[in-house]
């Protein structure tokens, strides 16, 4: 399921809905570690694909495109503060912790530039899925999502430049071509065909989830493949900074949700929006940019994410949504 193919937005009948949610995120983690897998054990055969990563980026982000409608941009205007605060929190805690991170387990540059990569990247794909599964608030999730995708090519570079160009060199301008090439123009597209194809687009809709799944996956192969060698001794602290990275931005998203006197539900999304990467923009930003090593912390982030996303999602669907009263 693509970030906005919620009820809300496709209205779809919520047990249909959610049937197909919770087999994406069952899925979808075995699918990406068995591509992990197969880049690790055959990377020499993997590796020529390298160069068709931002192509296949953006196949995933035109799917996104596909899945927007002229509600999901209307509910910014009504949500102003809800949405505003969401995307503050995104772009400030986890490209924080990020170089917390790096900074406090002495990250070696490049691995360290990866996971402050992953921080300042734009929500996730699967996050709306996520907040809708952990009965959250899908509309706000969306917003989210969607604001701090389409600002990312200006606010990805200038945060990598800031935290991570104590580590390595950052060439903020070329970043900023390349996400405006492989996300935005994408989205844009995407959603130019929803309006104009819209009996297409409504024919191939219920595709996205598994094409959209398939392209991460393929993406996790490749950068793993570029960094097999070094897996094995970098996989542990690059685990151990990805877990902490991601259970930081879960927990101080629903507690800035919290701070800022948001409901219960709208807490659960914002946990979601904030935790939750867009690991493959962080994977081919650092393949593009710095080496293959620096994309393996967004590789190991792509698994991580939608494993504890579930996990948690899980755990909030069975608590009553009074206990996050204000």
């Avoid at 197909?20 to 979808?28: E, H, L, M, N, R």
């Avoid at 570079?157 to 405006?180: E, H, K, Q, R």
């Avoid at 946990?271 to 293959?292: D, I, K, Y």
Wanted: glycine fraction near 8%; charge should be positive; include cysteine.
């Amino acid at each position: 399921m693509t970030p906005t193919q919620t009820p809300e937005t496709t209205h779809v009948p919520a047990s249909t809905a959610d049937r197909d949610a919770k087999i994406a995120v069952t899925v979808f983690p075995a699918l990406v570690i068995v591509a992990g897998a197969i880049g690790f054990l055959a990377p020499d055969a993997i590796k020529p694909a390298a160069p068709s990563v931002p192509y296949l980026l953006g196949v995933v982000m035109f799917c996104m495109g596909l899945t927007l409608t002229p509600p999901d941009f209307a509910s910014v205007a009504r949500r102003p503060w809800a949405v505003a605060l969401g995307l503050a929190a995104h772009y400030v805690i986890m490209p924080a912790a990020g170089w917390g991170i790096a900074t406090a387990l002495r990250l070696p540059p490049e691995l360290a530039v990866g996971v402050i990569l992953v921080g300042c990247a734009p929500s996730g794909t699967a996050s709306n899925v996520m907040a809708y599964l952990a009965k959250g608030d899908v509309a706000l999730s969306v917003a989210v999502a969607t604001v701090s995708t389409l600002v990312a090519p200006l606010v990805t570079p200038g945060l990598t430049l800031l935290l991570a160009g104590s580590f390595l060199n950052v060439d903020a301008g070329g970043m900023v071509l390349d996400i405006v090439k492989t996300v935005l123009f994408p989205v844009v597209l995407g959603l130019v065909a929803r309006v104009f194809l819209a009996r297409v687009v409504a024919k191939v809709l219920p595709a996205l989830p598994w094409i959209s799944a398939i392209v991460i996956a393929a993406i996790v192969a490749i950068v793993v493949a570029g960094s097999a060698t070094k897996l094995a001794a970098a996989g542990g602290i690059v685990l151990l900074a990805i877990v902490l990275h991601n259970g930081f931005g879960l927990g101080l998203g629903y507690l800035a949700g919290k701070l800022g006197r948001l409901d219960g539900r709208a807490r659960r999304a914002l946990a979601f929006e904030v935790g939750m990467q867009n690991s493959g923009l962080a994977a081919t930003l650092a393949a593009a940019h710095f080496s293959p090593l620096a994309a393996l912390p967004s590789a190991v982030f792509s698994v991580w994410h939608n494993v504890s996303g579930a996990a948690v999602a899980a755990w909030l669907a069975r608590r009553p949504l009074r206990s996050d009263a204000p």
